[in-house]
Structure formats: C-alpha cells, structure tokens
C-alpha cells in the first residue's frame, strides 16, 4: 500500500525534551524496507550521531510507489539534526521488481575491533549489496563494496531482514552476518549455508558446552531438512538439523534459556502456510544438543510466537504472552498493560524493560523484584548492544547475549506448577556454572499458615549439571496467591528467589 503520510525522524533527550525533526519527503516511503535509521555514537565523542537512508524530491510514480530518484546514505548531528555526511546509497540496478529492489537495511560494524563503521545494504532475496564506511575528518570514507553478483548461486538470496555485525572468528574485528551468509571484516565471502533466506536467526553462546558462538536459523525457503538448524558461527557447519520438509519457518521464532531443566539456549519454530500458523506441523522446542523437547504442545497458545525477557531475577527469560509475563511451563509472574513492545536492558540493572507503544504515548515497564547478584549490564555485550541497535528497523528480534548466564553463574529457579493429581507444587532448579560445582541449603518459606514439604534441602551440584525438586504445599494451607520465596546460601554468596503461587480451583 502506498505511503500515506512522508516518514518523520525525531530526536528527544532521555527526559522527553524535544531536540529536531527531519522529514524525508515523499522520496522515502514507510516501512521496514524503505526507511532505515540506526543510532550511534561514530565519532568517538561521547553523543550519538544518526545515519540515516534518505531520497530528493517528489519521485513518486502513479502507483505511488518509489522507483526512481537518489538516494543518500546521510549522517546528522544528534544534538542538532545537522547534516555531518551523505554518500550515495547503493544502487537499484540488477535487482528488477520493485518488491526486491525495496530491501534496504543499515548496521554498524567494528570492523577493525574498535571504530564503529556504517553499512549500508539493499537485496535480501536475489542480488545483494554491501557498502561500508568510516565516519572520519566529517566524512564518509568507504572501506570496502560487497555485491554477489559473480559469487556461486549458494550466495544469491541468503539475506534475512536483520543484519548482524559480530566477530566469530575470535580474531577481534567483526564479520558481517547477511542471513545464511557471513562476510569476513574486510567484505570478503566467509561461508555460506546455501539454504536460502531465512526468516530468523540468532546468534550467541547457544550451547557453551562447545566453543566458540553458534547460530540458530529458521528457513523460511521450503526445504527438505534443517528448516530449523543450529550452525556454527565460524565456519557455517551445520551441527544439528530438523530432519523433515519444512515449507515455511515463520519469522517470529526464539532463540532463549526459557527451560531451567536442561542446559543452555532453546530455540522455538514454527512451519507456516499463508501466513497462519499451520497447526499440523510444529511448532517445535529444541534443546541446544538438538534434542527435541516437544512437538505442537497443546498448551501453548496457537500462535507465532512468544517473547522473552529477564525479569523475576533468575538466570532463565521469562515470556512475555499478550499483557502477561509468565514462567515457560508455570504461572503468571506479572500482569501489565503491553502494546507492540520492544525489550531491552535500558537501565543497566542486567533485567529488560518492557517498552511499549500506546496511542499518544510511550511506556517503560521495569521489574520491580530486586535482583539477587549484580552483573555487568546486558548492554555493554557487543552482541546484545548490535541487536538492540538493529530493531530501530523492525522485524523486532529479542537481543542475544554473547554468553549464555547460567553457563558463568550459580542458578536458582522457582516455578509455579501443579502436579498430576492438580495440587500446587513449587519446582526449584539449582543449577552449577560449567567451571565450578555448587553446593549448599536450599530454605523456603511460604509465610505464616503456608507449609511446605520439604521447606529445606541440601544440594551438590557438579559443574554444569542441575538439581531438581518439587515442592509440596500441604492441602489447606494455600487460601489464597502466595509468595513462596527461596534462599540458597553458598560459601561465597547467597541467592535468592520467589514465585507466586496460586491455588487451582
């Protein structure tokens, strides 16, 4: 549908201050593909600048499409809107419909380790382009073009609407992850897949059982197997695969620890036709081995997906469904109000806020249960930050880490859940980091009139591994929701933990 209003930029300090507006005209259209802008700070100075894709004039034809006209890579001041740098974007030629020669999206890149440089990048499902810059002496120097057009056909139509910049070689500088396709620092091709566009793709320490960053993609090219694949980052090998024809992975999978039960990250899919979940097929939760953990749960709602996010201060993500955030397979951790969301640790306390766009307004939604240990925010993880950075430009992936957090730290997990006769029970997860094994008392309290069985229970864990159990609360002593809280004191620390339990009636 055509555009029925020029797309606006804004600028606004962090405590709603006003600072400018840019208005790119009708030479830009709205959209994921047609206005990308990204945010950073390029110059070394402390203050963000903007990049943004921006066109001239009026070139709008009788559909009222754009398919002429200029259009400019630019970088304005991001405390006054003025203009730093433009270079022409790249080019239209070889892609020829229109619905190909719209994808365009923008990264930043530190492609010598330490100097964020811009990308710029068109195609995503046939030819597809790359041009990267350094912002330097109030110009836009280019380092390096990539375009497929004379590499093999397993380099054509890899693209994904995300473009991540990270380093998977260990070598200090990062490569370029066009979807199924990863371009080496210097814009050369690393590897690719050849399995086509995928829909989704995360990327982080999956399995910290092996080394090194791994990826998890789904396919949304039909495909005869690996439509979900975990891939190693470095080398594009695939490690683990669905072994069935898949016809179309949808974009809104997951990549999260959401499972205390078993180790590292896992990844959610789900096959599509039309554009509605297709319930004869999937969706599928996998373990980071690749072990299958359910196919078509039956409790989880029909739909494309749910959101994760680190709230109640455990090591695992919660998962935010519609307007409740709730344990993967227990309760309702906290109701709220959530419209189209985006999540990110905005205030460094290691948890994300909830920000949510509402008619008129903007809201950030935070945890108000206190954090048991102190961690370095999520944001200062490279790969974390690039995500958060990328979702300016929707197609809303939840950020990754590039470490997995119960892998570094001692867990404690509690989750409402019933058991087979319907009775409240409280599973607790104490989990060991893969260096050092845990062990010490676990004590819980229900508060007065609440009895729990057992309340107290030693563990030693060996690294890596988890202990399991379930507790009972005693018929009669739950007439109403319950904070069950939970203390593990350790040699060197202690932790703790809570949930809220609700009786069944």
Sequence with gaps: MPSPDTYKIEAYLSDGTFLWQHDLGWAIERGI?????????????????????????????????????????????????????????????????????SRNQMAVAYLDGKTPCLLALRGTYCRMKVDAYQLRNGKLERLWRYDNNNLPGTYWGQGEHFTRALDVDGDGRDEVMLGSAMLDDNGTPLWTTGLGHNDFAYVGDINPRRPGLEIFYGIETRA????????????????????????????????????????????????????????????????????????????????????????????QKELLLGGKICDYDGGVVQNLAAGSVVIADVLGDWREEIIASFPGEIRIYTTTIPAADRRVCLMQDRIYQADARMNSMGYYKPPMTSYCLEAESPGLNLTAMTNDAGKPVCRVVVSAPLRKGVAGVVQLDGGDGVKLSPDQFAVDVKPGERAIRFVEIQAGSLSAPRLIRATLTLKDRVLRGQVLIVRKK
């Design 33 to 101: 593909w047609y206005s990308p802008y990204i945010v950073c700070d390029l110059t070394g100075d402390g203050k963000a600048e903007v990049a943004a894709k921006i066109g001239e004039g009026d070139p709008r034809g009788p559909d009222g499409r754009v398919k002429t006209g200029p259009e400019w890579l630019v970088v304005w001041d991001g405390m006054t809107g003025k203009e730093i740098a433009r270079v022409p974007w790249p080019d239209r030629s070889g892609y020829g419909e229109y619905s190909r020669t």
């Design 224 to 315: 005869e197997k690996n439509g979900m694949c975990l891939v190693d980052a470095a080398t594009g090998k695939i490690l683990w695969g669905h072994d069935q024809p898949t016809v179309h992975i949808h974009g809104a999978g997951m990549c999260a620890d959401i499972d205390p039960t078993v180790p590292g990250l896992e990844g959610f899919g789900l096959d599509c036709l039309s554009k509605k979940p297709d319930v004869r097929n999937g969706p599928w939760l996998w373990a980071a081995d690749g072990t299958l953990l359910w196919f078509d749960k039956p409790v989880l709602p029909k739909t494309f997906s749910f959101t994760p996010v680190y709230w109640d201060a455990d090591l």
